[in-house]
Structures are given as C-alpha cells and as structure tokens.
T-cell receptor
Framework: DQQVKQNSPSLSVQEGRISILNCDYT??????FLWYKKYPAEGPTFLIS?????DKNEDGRFTVFLNKSAKHLSLHIVPSQPGDSAVYFC??????????FGSGTKLNVKP | DTGVSQDPRHKITKRGQNVTFRCDPI?????LYWYRQTLGQGPEFLTY????????KSRLLSDRFSAERPKGSFSTLEIQRTEQGDSAMYLC????????????FGPGTRLTVL
C-alpha cells in the first residue's frame, strides 16, 4: 500500500538549470509534506516542508509546490548545482505520528 | 548538540541471533521515530514515540521487533531471531515542538543477516 509515489527514479539536469522533482500521494488526510536529500552512507537530510494550508513554500534555491486537488507536490531547485546531486525523497504524514516516504529520485546535476 | 546518533553503524549477525540498536535523539526532542530502508526504497515507518510513550506501531512490525524509550531520551530497537529478510538500514529520527513536523535523521545502522 504505497501512499506516496515518486515515479521518476532518476533525473539528469545541466548545472544552472531548473530541477523539478515530482511526488504523488493518495491519502487526502495528509496535512504535512517534507522533502529530504540523501547522500550515500548518510541518513536523509531535511530540506524543506509545506503544510496543507499552503500551496507554496520557498527557501533559497528550493521551492515546494503543493496541489491538493491533484494530490501532487513538486520540488524546484533553481539554479541547480553539482552539489545538489543526491537522492531526493518526499514524505507525507498527519498528526506527527507517522510519515510515508516515496521511493526516491536520484538527481544528477552535470557541470 | 551534534544531532541524532545511532550505534552501532554496522552489524553483521547470523540468522537466528538477537540484535539491539541504540538511538540518541537531539536532546530537546520529544518525538522519536524508527524507520527501515532497503535498497532502492524510501524509509519505511516502523514505530513512533512521544517522550516514553510508544504511540504508533506499523502493522508490518512483527512480534520479533520491539522498541523502547524508557526515560523519554534514548531508544533501543531489538530484533529477535533475526532472518535474512531483516537485512536493511535502520534509521532513527527525532523531532521537537520547535521543529514542528520536521524530523532529523541519524546516520543509520546497517544490519546484515547471514
């Protein structure tokens, strides 16, 4: 029962361009969404989050968009840098109790 | 505070043995989560503590798995009679009132069951 899906296992982008990572969810009760970045041999690192009462949250080069009607969120990275190359996970949850993660998208930013 | 720490970082065991992992969360955090991650997948929720109370437990967690957080600080995850299918990365995360829904992950414990 995969409630959060990341349908693109990988994405390749040129340095300086925009990276757009997508995530879909099925449970309309989710009220909080997070994006994490993960390097090999490390735990996931928190990037940015958004509450269901918003449709956009911005932090520097990172912007998360939430479309509740479509049950879809996306992470935009502008401009992309080689150091952004990592696996990105989206997660969704409600009431703090548990979070469901997607299977990840591996981003490769080419110099 | 240096963040969430986990011990050991790696554990190799034989099938049928018991193993115990430890997680030390960020000191002021009252929420603590355990996840399991296998290759090519995202973290899979196992259990959640608020202070010392275990409030949520995944139905995927068999009775061979038990977690404790006796004083609301560090937590342990024990797996009894390990099976090869238990081989995975076990991740701990913590969060506090000031961090809202955010969770901060430790480096994980890599378990290999032979």
């Amino acid at each position: 029962d995969q409630q959060v899906k990341q349908n693109s296992p990988s994405l390749s982008v040129q340095e300086g361009r925009i990276s757009i990572l997508n995530c879909d969810y099925t449970n309309s009760m989710f009220d909080y969404f997070l994006w994490y970045k993960k390097y090999p041999a490390e735990g996931p690192t928190f990037l940015i989050s958004i509450s269901s009462i918003k449709d956009k949250n911005e932090d520097g080069r990172f912007t998360v968009f939430l479309n509740k009607s479509a049950k879809h969120l996306s992470l935009h990275i502008v401009p992309s840098q080689p150091g952004d190359s990592a696996v990105y996970f989206c997660a969704a949850g409600y009431n703090f109790n548990k979070f469901y993660f997607g299977s990840g998208t591996k981003l490769n930013v080419k110099p | 505070d240096t963040g969430v720490s986990q011990d050991p970082r790696h554990k190799i065991t034989k099938r049928g043995q018991n193993v115990t992992f430890r997680c030390d969360p960020i000191s002021e955090h009252n929420r603590l989560y355990w996840y399991r991650q296998t290759l090519g997948q995202g973290p899979e929720f196992l259990t959640y503590f608020q202070n010392e109370a275990q409030l949520e437990k995944s139905r995927l967690l068999s009775d061979r798995f038990s977690a404790e957080r006796p004083k609301g600080s560090f937590s342990t995850l024990e797996i009894q009679r390990t099976e090869q299918g238990d081989s995975a990365m076990y991740l701990c995360a913590s969060g506090g009132a000031s961090s809202y829904n955010e969770q901060f992950f430790g480096p994980g414990t890599r378990l290999t069951v032979l």
